[in-house]
């Protein structure tokens, strides 16, 4: 299974909650924290399936762009 396709996934399997990019390569176990996971969110955010913007991460409870399952 291709990497954007495990993150659908995994963002998928959480809804409604909303998840940063750090916490979604950590559930995935990706090495690349940051720019991989940004890459794949940031194209899924051009679609209706998903909603990205400033809020909390339901894993980590920090404050930063997150996205979740719309």
Not at 4 to 30: F, H, T, V, W
Not at 33 to 46: D, N
């Amino acid at each position: 299974m291709s990497v954007p396709q495990r993150i659908n996934d995994y963002i998928s399997e959480m809804r409604p909650a909303a998840i940063c990019n750090k916490c979604i390569a950590d559930g995935l176990g990706m090495e690349n924290k940051g720019a991989h996971p940004a890459q794949v969110t940031g194209a899924l955010a051009t679609t209706n399936d998903f909603v990205q913007d400033q809020g909390q991460c339901s894993i980590c409870k920090s404050n930063k762009k997150v996205i979740r399952r719309a």
